[in-house]
């Protein structure tokens, strides 16, 4: 091998040009990274960081280097991979590491030729599950809910927190006075009670917990009917989701436990998407420390724990994954394995899947083709594969440029305020006429699907936000939790409700309904006593009403109440219980 210097070699055999710097992540400033399994070797050139792969090379030992920097025994221009077609793999938007990809395709004007496979609903399942449509044509909230937050989910929930409970007492980490000391065993009645009261938080809002049991006028409530403050307080303090004796601690996500799994295989059970799929992430505000918390600043709430979720018409999730720290490969981008791990189970029919920009590629359009699933999204103009004569053209307002690959791809640019780029494998580069602000106007064909397409996630994340009962002072892996359970869950509850009652129930009258329902107690003495059966008041002896004693013995304790609630007279001869007149014709629901 000649003295030729290895930057002389690069200078020849790697094309600089062709290189994008400014693909994906803008802090990638004229660096340019190729990956493999393989060894790899860093030299600086003219101020220029290149990583050079050794490809498929077996290195049986260290060669000497001689005072040119090169290897006498080691030809490295030969092991050069010739493509510069890399497409980065971000771990958040903005960011991440390139991967190898192969750029032998051809582009040419759009022919209108599009594959002819389409959605096929006879090979897979699809739709909401017949068997609902018999038992709960008639079924309430509640009913619904209980599809999706069933009793096994409550049951491990309950069995959890109890154990969870157990073992801190078992620590003796709390003062002699701390209210774990007065903890006792939880059950399902009160779980769901637990849950109604979290949702009625959402409806009506106060600025802390607290104020919910205050015995002002200004934050009446009736909260102390159903829970004492300190109950409420243990218990929120005390809620898990998994054995932390058992647990995988090097998952982050394991004090989920399997709770967010459960309501996805419900969710799934009771309905199958048609076919339209779309994929987008979602936020759970946090504020506070972790190491995963992500920050979107298009997004309301700009921090918080990362969501990526598949959704279908109208705003249904049926698969979920929280993302908890960097996951790139070399073989394909974050955005292309997140597409292909949650869309999997529904790939081979015919669907088409809906994406932003951020994981959208030629490579993934191409992969998708061989699952028989179409692409369609937004794509940015500095990917790789994008063909060149798209890029370039300068376009006025209105105007369309296409190019469609021998892999029938197509890219296309429209101009409107600003230049769009879209991706489809089922689209030509049509314009329809379109109705905006009273005025007709061309706009192709793909963007109008795509603005349908995509409203799935959004319409999931607005139904969500309304009256949601998520605070600030909740863990991590509890909000995570409650997010699943009060809103994801509440959402696809109400979708199966006003689809198979076709009804119209909005969201906010569907969680004041479930409140009701969930709040109704199963063993309480004051609501025995509705029967249709005549209930009559006697004077005699003196003791305190009943119900008055019982609110205020669980707002403000027992020593509070015996010496502050009314002494009567007045006893019900069927309950056997002294009532005030007040609380005696609201009890028994009997008009003065």
């Given amino acids: 091998m000649n003295s030729k210097s290895i930057s002389e070699m690069l200078e020849s055999s790697f094309d600089y040009s062709s290189v994008d710097d400014s693909d994906d992540d803008p802090s990638w400033d004229k660096n340019v990274e190729v990956m493999s399994t393989s060894t790899t070797s860093s030299i600086q050139n003219n101020g220029r960081h290149v990583n050079i792969v050794a490809s498929d090379v077996e290195l049986s030992g260290v060669s000497e280097i001689n005072s040119d920097g090169n290897d006498p025994d ?25 991967s190898i990809h192969t750029n032998d395709r051809q582009w040419r004007d759009d022919d209108n030729v599009v594959d002819d496979f389409m959605f096929n609903p006879d090979i897979t399942n699809s739709g909401i599950n017949p068997d609902l449509f018999d038992v ?17 989910i409550i049951n491990n929930i309950v069995i959890e927190t109890n154990k969870f409970a157990a073992q ?18 939880t059950n399902v009645t009160e779980m769901k009670q637990l849950f109604g009261i979290l949702i009625w938080t959402g409806l009506v809002v106060l600025p802390s917990y607290e104020l919910y049991w205050s015995t002002s006028e200004i934050f009446s409530t009736n909260f102390g009917l159903i829970m004492s403050r300190n109950r409420f307080e243990i218990l929120m303090g005390m809620l898990h989701f998994s054995d932390n004796t058992t647990a995988d601690t ?28 779309c994929i987008d992430e979602s936020l759970v505000k946090f504020m506070g420390r972790l190491a995963f918390k992500q920050y979107i600043k298009n997004k309301r709430d700009r921090f918080g724990v990362k969501e990526f979720k598949l959704c279908i018409p109208p705003c249904y999730t049926i698969a979920l994954k929280i993302y908890a720290g960097k996951e790139a490969s070399p073989e394909s981008s974050v955005g292309t394995k997140i597409v292909m791990e949650l869309g999997e189970p529904f790939l081979d029919c015919g669907r088409t899947l809906y994406v932003d920009n951020w994981y959208s590629s030629v490579e993934l359009a191409e ?17 790789k594969s994008n063909p060149k004569d798209v890029v370039q053209k300068k376009l006025k307002k209105g105007e369309i440029v296409s190019k469609r690959s021998d892999t029938n791809v197509l890219i296309l640019k429209w101009k409107d305020k600003r230049d769009l780029y879209m991706i489809s ?58 997010d699943a359970l009060l809103n994801i869950a509440v959402v696809n509850s109400m979708v199966l409700f006003n689809t198979i009652t076709s009804s119209k129930m909005s969201i906010t009258d569907f969680r004041t309904s479930l409140v009701e329902q969930l709040l109704k107690k199963e ?38 109440a015996q010496s502050h609630s009314t002494k009567v007279q007045t006893k019900c001869l069927v309950c056997n219980k002294y009532y005030c007149l007040k609380c005696f014709f609201k009890n028994h629901k009997i008009t003065k």
């Avoid at 030809?75 to 890399?86: E, L, Q, R």
Wanted: aromatic share 8%; net charge positive; with cysteine.
């Fill in 523 to 560: 063993t309480v003495d004051v609501d025995s006593s509705l029967q249709t059966i005549n209930h009559q008041l006697e004077v005699v002896g003196k003791s305190r009403c009943y119900v008055c004693y019982s609110i205020m013995s669980k707002r403000k304790g027992r020593n509070y």
């Fill in 168 to 185: 801190q007492k078992e620590a003796k980490l709390t003062s002699p006075f701390a209210r774990l000391n007065k903890w006792y065993d």
């Fill in 425 to 482: 494998t089922k689209h030509t580069s049509e314009a329809v006429e379109n109705v905006v602000r009273g005025k007709i106007v061309k706009k192709p064909k793909v963007v109008i699907d795509y603005n349908t397409g995509k409203t799935a996630i959004d319409l999931s994340d607005q139904m969500s936000s309304y009256s949601n009962p998520l605070r600030r002072t909740t863990k991590w892996y509890r909000k995570v939790a409650l």
């Fill in 367 to 383: 992969q998708l083709k061989t699952r028989k699933t179409h692409l369609v999204g937004t794509i940015r103009s500095n990917r």
């Fill in 250 to 277: 090097t998952n982050r996500l394991y004090k989920l436990g399997t709770v967010i799994d459960d309501i996805i295989i419900n969710s799934n059970h009771c309905m199958q998407p048609l076919k339209d799929l």
């Fill in 74 to 98: 080691f030809d490295m221009v030969s092991h050069i991979s010739a493509s510069t077609d890399g497409d980065f793999a971000p771990t958040a938007r903005g960011q991440g590491c390139p």
């Fill in 136 to 152: 709960l044509m008639h079924g309430s909230p509640l009913d619904f809910y209980m599809l999706i937050v069933d009793s096994k």
